[in-house]
């Protein structure tokens, strides 16, 4: 369905419309000036529309678009190690941004966790119950909230 090799602009352009389009476009425009890589790849075996996003090597998040869906679009950052985040200098807007847009396990179904419960995490300095294995999802990010406008 989706097998070309068409650049992540290329594939924003199509499947995204209105201002879902113009804010993800701004930043992957951001991304690349900031000298990241961005590279397509296949979720759990299916050809889907998700993208990793590498900052010399390191993964940083993921770009996921909806071919079903004009108006989405999700920014995940990675989880795997938040405490390389420890000591990054982050303003208290943004905080409350990351806090409200933490993925919390309520009912053990999404997959996230082995037990279906989430794990405690500490946030930016704040205790988080039963935070999601993915932790964030940004879906359709407003440029207003965002350094990269």
Not at 25 to 49: E, N, P, Q, W
């Amino acid at each position: 369905m989706f097998k070309s090799k068409k650049s992540i602009e290329e594939y924003i352009g199509e499947v995204l419309a209105n201002t879902a389009q113009a804010h993800a476009l701004a930043f992957v425009s951001h991304l690349r000036a900031s000298d990241m890589t961005i590279k397509r790849f296949t979720y759990h075996g299916k050809d889907t529309l998700h993208w990793e996003v590498k900052f010399q090597g390191e993964l940083v998040c993921y770009i996921l678009l909806d071919a079903e869906n004009a108006e989405w679009w999700s920014i995940k950052p990675d989880n795997s190690s938040t405490s390389r985040f420890a000591d990054y200098p982050i303003d208290d807007t943004m905080k409350e941004i990351a806090w409200q847009n933490l993925a919390i396990c309520i009912d053990g179904h999404c997959g996230g966790c082995a037990h279906g419960t989430g794990t405690p995490k500490m946030i930016f300095g704040k205790e988080i119950e039963h935070v999601c294995g993915m932790a964030y999802d940004f879906t359709n990010p407003m440029l207003r909230h965002c350094s990269w406008r």
